[in-house]
């Protein structure tokens, strides 16, 4: 007995699903493991007063989702593969919970979009603090890579009393003021925000579509089996 055209098509879905779920886990996780010992990051991780920041938070779940991806990938693309009931069983409740936290995180996210944008807003005001205190070369690469990406200057925005050097100036005001860098991560996340729950409502629908073609290929490897034992029951 052998897969019917429905169940062999979401077995080829989960092997593609999971070829691009491995991709991402990888991504993540040497995304994570990069910022954590990189030369220009890892000293944040060795000040114990950014041990709680939203930066190194952020990179720890980098380092966790690609683990965690990566994980859920062996049984999804054993039990696929090798029709195997048993790692697809797991792999149906590691997706439902991961499909759970996408959209949860998504939600939560996007309701409590203000308070996050002041946290990250607060982590880049709490670095150049340090870095006006010792000022730790690290540090300076990344509030300098801060200020590049979102053209933005330090925490006052006036180029002449910022302790480090500010953007190129698009304009001839911004040559005496420049947006600073906490008002604009802060406005940046909120109006972000809708993008970004989309992004996580979008990547667990994906998820819930891969559990929807894992729990149908599923049935039919159940049916299969039920039916090879009738057979041979028949036979003898």
Same mark, same amino acid.
């Given at each position: ?6 169940? %062999? ?9 999971? %070829?691009?779920?491995?991709?991402? &886990?990888?991504?993540?996780?040497? /995304? ?26 952020? $990179? ?18 054993? &039990? ?9 069983? @797991? ?13 949860? %995180? ?7 979009? $203000? ?7 607060e982590f880049y005001s709490s670095l150049y603090a340090l870095y006006v205190t010792n000022g730790d070369p690290v540090i300076r690469?990344? =509030? ?9 200057? &330090? @925490?006052?925005?006036?180029? =002449? ?14 040559? =005496?003021i420049m947006p600073n860098c906490p008002q604009v991560i802060s406005s940046q996340f909120d109006s972000q925000a809708p993008l970004?729950?989309? %992004?996580? $409502? ?15 290929? /599923? ?18």
């Amino acid at each position: 007995m052998a897969l019917d055209g429905c169940g %062999i098509f979401c077995k080829y879905v989960l092997i593609i699903f999971n %070829i691009i779920f491995a991709t991402l &886990g990888f991504a993540f996780l040497g /995304l994570g493991l990069w910022l954590r010992f990189s030369d220009n990051t890892r000293g944040i991780f060795e000040i114990d007063a950014l041990s709680s920041t939203t930066f190194v938070i952020a $990179v720890t779940v980098l380092i966790t989702l690609g683990s965690v991806m990566l994980f859920v990938v062996i049984f999804g693309d054993y &039990g696929a593969c090798n029709e195997k009931r048993c790692a697809l069983q @797991v792999f149906n409740v590691l997706l439902t919970l991961l499909a759970i936290a996408a959209i949860g %995180i998504g939600v939560i996210t996007y309701t409590q979009r $203000v308070e996050v944008g002041q946290r990250i807003a607060e982590f880049y005001s709490s670095l150049y603090a340090l870095y006006v205190t010792n000022g730790d070369p690290v540090i300076r690469v990344t =509030l300098t890579f801060i200020q590049e990406m979102l053209h933005c200057c &330090g @925490v006052t925005g006036v180029p =002449l009393v910022e302790t480090l050097k500010c953007p190129k100036p698009a304009s001839t005001t911004e040559h =005496l003021i420049m947006p600073n860098c906490p008002q604009v991560i802060s406005s940046q996340f909120d109006s972000q925000a809708p993008l970004m729950l989309g %992004i996580f $409502v979008g990547t667990g629908s994906l998820l819930v579509i891969a559990l929807v073609c894992s729990i149908v290929l /599923l049935k039919q490897l159940r049916t299969v089996q039920e039916e090879v034992k009738a057979s041979y029951g028949a036979v003898y």
